[in-house]
Structure formats: structure tokens, C-alpha cells
């Protein structure tokens, strides 16, 4: 168990509908960040936030978006769904005091768009 | 371009033989590199870190070795069974933010 929290495990839609992505860090790390992987594809970074802030930008279409709560807790919101926005998707914590501190990944939420 | 690759292709190997996985890169020059290890349906888990000053690492039947001239590490598992099975992920630290850029995985397959 990394610490990591994710909910929904599994998220079932429609395409154009709407949905929430929760994550919630290890106790005490400030930095989130959100991956999308597709079928048998790589870890494509789509945002970080560090402490409520925006830290750094990836893929990330304009469809999506994301943030971080004083609670440290982040949420990714994708609208406008499409069949290929279906994919896992992976928030991932950093321990604070190095840059180069490992990632903790959640156990990820499938998410389906029909 | 910047790129990082590690091999597409599965790697079979007999138990109790050891495993060598490749991470090339190319444009950059990271203070470190990270393994990471993915099962399937999961998410990555952290193996080992190594950094631009280190020529090798080693963790139990882990070991890591990075060499910034040929701009590549390697992961070998010694002694590999068949529980180490699963998909193997390199990433790096391109200097420029906070962000690991991260390969597409090596799908390594120990045979009993």
C-alpha cells in the first residue's frame, strides 16, 4: 500500500458527459501529480500541483483540468468526454525535501467512456 | 528531439538467469534516473534511483549502472524468478521542472 488513495476504482460513461477524478496524497506530501495510460501504452504526465499551486503542465488536454484543495486532496475533471479518454489513470505523490524523492502512485481509476 | 526508450519488445528469460533491461536517452542530461516496476492493472512502484555521479547502484538482486556518455542505464535482476515478471519503467529528470520524463516500459517474462 504506497498511501496513495484514488476513487473511483472504476468509472463507467457516455461520451460527452463529465466526471471527477479524487486523489488523496501520503500524509505529509505536498506534491500531486496526474498520469493518463492507455491500453499497453507509457506514463503520459498530464499536470502537477505542489501545495495548491500549479507546478508543471503536460499533455493535458484543454478538455481537462485539475486541483489541488488546502486539504492537499486533488481532483482531475474531464469533460466533454471522448472514446479515447478512456484509460487508467494514475495520481502519484512526492515526498517533500528533494526533487528527486521517489513517486508514490495510487492504485489508479479505470475509467471507460462509451 | 528529446527521447527516452527502452525496448517495446518483451524480454523472455529462464528462471534463474539474469534479467538486463535498457534506458536510452537522447537531449538530456538528468541528476538521476528512477525504475520503477508496473504489474498489470496497477500503479508503478518504486525500485531504485541512481544518480549522474553514481556509475552503480544496487538494491538486494536489483542493480542499476548509468553511464551519461553513452546517455544510458541498464537494470538487471539476478537470479530472476518468475514473480519478478511485469512491466519495467525508466525515468528521468530533465532539470527543467519538477516532472520525470518517463519511457514506455519494458515487459520482462521469466520463464519457469
Known amino acids: 500500500d504506497s498511501g496513495v488513495t484514488q476513487t473511483p476504482k472504476h468509472l463507467i460513461t457516455a461520451t460527452g458527459q463529465r466526471v471527477t477524478l479524487r486523489c488523496s496524497p501520503r500524509?505529509?506530501?505536498?506534491?500531486v501529480y496526474w498520469y493518463q495510460q492507455s491500453l499497453d501504452q507509457g506514463l503520459q504526465f498530464l499536470i502537477q500541483?505542489?501545495?495548491?499551486?500549479?507546478?508543471a503542465k503536460g499533455n493535458i488536454l484543454e478538455r481537462f483540468s485539475a486541483q489541488q484543495f488546502p486539504d492537499l486532496h486533488s481532483e482531475l475533471n474531464l469533460s466533454s468526454l471522448e472514446l479515447g479518454d478512456s484509460a487508467l489513470y494514475f495520481c502519484?505523490?512526492?515526498?517533500?525535501?528533494?526533487?528527486?524523492?521517489?513517486?508514490?502512485f495510487g492504485p489508479g481509476t479505470r475509467l471507460t467512456v462509451l | 528531439s528529446q527521447k527516452i526508450e527502452q525496448n517495446s519488445e518483451a524480454l523472455n528469460i529462464q528462471e534463474g538467469k539474469t534479467a538486463t533491461l535498457t534506458c536510452n536517452y537522447t537531449?538530456?542530461?538528468?541528476?538521476?534516473l528512477q525504475w520503477y516496476r508496473q504489474d498489470p492493472g496497477r500503479g508503478p512502484v518504486f525500485l531504485l534511483l541512481?544518480?549522474?555521479n553514481e556509475k552503480e547502484k544496487r538494491k538486494e538482486r536489483l542493480k542499476v549502472t548509468f553511464d551519461t556518455t553513452l546517455k544510458q542505464s541498464l537494470f538487471h535482476i539476478t537470479a530472476s524468478q518468475p514473480a519478478d515478471s511485469a512491466t519495467y519503467l525508466c525515468?528521468?529528470?530533465?532539470?527543467?521542472?519538477?516532472?520525470?520524463?518517463w519511457g514506455a516500459g519494458t515487459k520482462l517474462i521469466i520463464k519457469p
Open positions: 525515468a528521468l529528470d530533465p532539470g527543467s521542472n519538477y516532472q520525470l520524463i
Open positions: 537531449n538530456y542530461s538528468p541528476a538521476y
Open positions: 541512481i544518480r549522474e
Open positions: 502519484a505523490s512526492r515526498a517533500t525535501g528533494g526533487r528527486n524523492n521517489e513517486q508514490f
Open positions: 500541483y505542489y501545495n495548491g499551486e500549479e507546478r
Open positions: 500524509s505529509g506530501d505536498l506534491s
